[in-house]
């Protein structure tokens, strides 16, 4: 006994008897009560959320449903010489062929694909271009459902404030130019998200270009072979079906107002290469210009600069990526526009500027969340009669915006 132990603690211990078996069986009772407990409770919490899963995919299924099966669009905002591409190459039984001669051509990830006849296509290293130019990413239910809903919401915010939407999806150099994809592509392309964005986009205010932009190219290059926007008169052709379209949905608007003047010929010149950094320098001559009848009359821009200072911007109404936001007036267009853009907006910057008596232009930021704009609070702050929504078919690799609650 060690000299430090109490006595009473001896006693206690040398009197404390060995628990019974059974004892310490009851010992464990609460444990395994405890833990019956948790398993139901798991359980329980997995049928919870699965059932609220199976729920959720079932009103996106639903979304997708109803919005198909909407009355259709005037056929001025259709191209029904598109037909889809199959589903079924990169999610059925072919997916792990499809996807091992994929693999083979290692290229295909970087910046640069080189096609056939001098044409370039940026790779999966610029917003995942090439899967998406064969459907390699095809998106679940939810990600086209939140696409749709996105826009549903958008118009029905619009409407509301007595504003008309136009949805214009500038199409890829791959819709226009499928038979210039590397020849391993062939068998390889699926539906792309363009596809099932208008397949599934009911009586949405969306605008089908690729239409327009096929019975130019008849006459002239509508994309260049090196660069990946479209050519000012690819842009031209596109804009004149926007017209027709808009003017269908919404009869008497501003839209009604709008000249579009009639091309009298095609200038062509060298392209601006995009490519070059990646090795092609070539410089073909198919960048197309329109020339049209109506004479060009000088439209005034505003440019906001970062620092939130104005200046005057070209006079033809041109507004770059980088100038935005901008605003311009014409004496002799019509109403005004809150247009949502990108860098393919470019192109069509001066043809905007004529068309409105004044443009509001900003970007949509599909590339940056954090920044989107809340168009409806936008649209108000311009005065817009209608809001023009324009963007580059690559950006539905980004997630759709949420609307402002209200």
Same mark, same amino acid.
């Given at each position: 006994?060690?000299?430090?132990?109490?006595?009473?603690? &001896?006693?206690?211990?040398?009197?404390?008897?060995?628990?019974?078996?059974?004892?310490?069986?009851?010992?464990?009772?609460?444990?395994?009560?405890?833990?019956?407990?948790?398993?139901?409770?798991?359980?329980?919490?997995?049928?919870?959320?699965?059932?609220?899963?199976?729920?959720?995919?079932?009103?996106?299924?639903?979304?997708?449903?109803?919005?198909?099966?909407?009355?259709?669009?005037?056929?001025?905002?259709?191209?029904?010489?598109?037909?889809?591409?199959?589903?079924?190459?990169?999610?059925?039984?072919?997916?792990?062929?499809?996807?091992?001669?994929?693999?083979?051509?290692?290229?295909?990830?970087?910046?640069? &694909?080189?096609?056939?006849?001098?044409?370039?296509?940026?790779?999966?290293?610029?917003?995942?271009?090439?899967?998406?130019?064969?459907?390699?990413?095809?998106?679940?239910?939810?990600?086209?459902?939140?696409?749709?809903?996105?826009?549903?919401?958008?118009?029905?915010?619009?409407?509301?404030?007595?504003?008309?939407?136009?949805?214009?999806?500038?199409?890829?150099?791959?819709?226009?130019?499928?038979?210039?994809?590397?020849?391993?592509?062939?068998?390889?392309?699926?539906?792309?998200?363009?596809?099932?964005?208008?397949?599934?986009?009911?009586?949405?205010?969306?605008?089908?270009?690729?239409?327009?932009?096929?019975?130019?190219?008849?006459?002239?290059?509508?994309?260049?072979?090196?660069?990946?926007?479209?050519?000012?008169?690819?842009?031209?052709?596109?804009?004149?079906?926007?017209?027709?379209?808009?003017?269908?949905?919404?009869?008497?608007?501003?839209?009604?107002?709008?000249?579009?003047?009639?091309?009298?010929?095609?200038?062509?010149?060298?392209?601006?290469?995009?490519?070059?950094?990646?090795?092609?320098?070539?410089?073909?001559?198919?960048?197309?210009?329109?020339?049209?009848?109506?004479?060009?009359?000088? *439209?005034?821009?505003?440019?906001?600069?970062?620092?939130?200072?104005?200046?005057?911007?070209?006079?033809?109404?041109?507004?770059?990526?980088?100038?935005?936001?901008?605003?311009?007036?014409?004496?002799?267009?019509?109403?005004?526009?809150?247009?949502?853009?990108?860098?393919?907006?470019? *192109?069509?910057?001066?043809?905007?500027?004529?068309?409105?008596?004044?443009?509001?232009?900003?970007?949509?930021?599909?590339?940056?969340?954090?920044?989107?704009?809340?168009?409806?609070?936008?649209?108000?702050?311009?005065?817009?009669?209608?809001?023009?929504?324009?963007?580059?078919?690559?950006?539905?690799?980004?997630?759709?915006?949420?609307?402002?609650?209200?």
């Amino acid at each position: 006994m060690s000299a430090g132990t109490p006595l009473h603690n &001896v006693h206690a211990v040398e009197q404390e008897k060995p628990r019974s078996h059974a004892r310490r069986i009851l010992h464990f009772v609460p444990l395994a009560v405890l833990m019956v407990i948790v398993l139901v409770l798991a359980v329980i919490g997995g049928s919870t959320r699965l059932a609220a899963h199976e729920a959720a995919l079932q009103q996106q299924r639903q979304v997708l449903t109803q919005a198909s099966q909407q009355e259709s669009l005037p056929a001025s905002c259709t191209s029904s010489q598109f037909p889809s591409h199959p589903m079924d190459i990169w999610t059925g039984a072919r997916t792990a062929d499809s996807e091992a001669k994929f693999a083979a051509h290692p290229d295909a990830l970087g910046m640069r &694909v080189a096609g056939r006849d001098g044409f370039d296509f940026w790779g999966d290293a610029q917003s995942q271009n090439m899967s998406q130019a064969l459907g390699r990413a095809p998106w679940l239910d939810s990600q086209l459902a939140q696409w749709v809903t996105y826009f549903q919401g958008l118009d029905k915010q619009l409407r509301k404030d007595g504003r008309d939407l136009v949805i214009v999806v500038a199409p890829a150099k791959w819709e226009l130019y499928r038979d210039q994809l590397p020849e391993w592509t062939q068998e390889l392309q699926g539906r792309t998200h363009l596809e099932q964005f208008l397949q599934h986009s009911g009586d949405l205010p969306v605008v089908d270009v690729r239409g327009a932009m096929q019975e130019a190219k008849q006459t002239a290059p509508v994309f260049s072979a090196v660069n990946s926007h479209w050519t000012p008169y690819g842009a031209y052709a596109a804009w004149r079906q926007t017209v027709a379209c808009a003017e269908a949905l919404h009869p008497g608007s501003v839209w009604s107002k709008i000249q579009v003047p009639a091309v009298t010929g095609v200038e062509t010149g060298a392209a601006p290469n995009e490519f070059t950094p990646y090795g092609d320098t070539s410089t073909p001559q198919d960048w197309t210009t329109p020339v049209t009848a109506a004479a060009t009359e000088a *439209a005034r821009s505003t440019i906001t600069t970062p620092d939130g200072q104005q200046k005057a911007g070209p006079s033809d109404g041109a507004v770059g990526l980088l100038d935005m936001p901008a605003r311009t007036e014409s004496t002799s267009g019509a109403g005004r526009a809150l247009i949502l853009r990108d860098s393919t907006g470019e *192109a069509l910057a001066p043809a905007w500027a004529h068309a409105f008596q004044s443009t509001c232009q900003i970007r949509h930021n599909f590339d940056y969340p954090d920044k989107r704009p809340d168009v409806a609070a936008e649209a108000k702050t311009c005065g817009a009669d209608t809001v023009l929504f324009v963007f580059a078919e690559r950006y539905f690799s980004q997630a759709p915006p949420a609307l402002p609650a209200g």
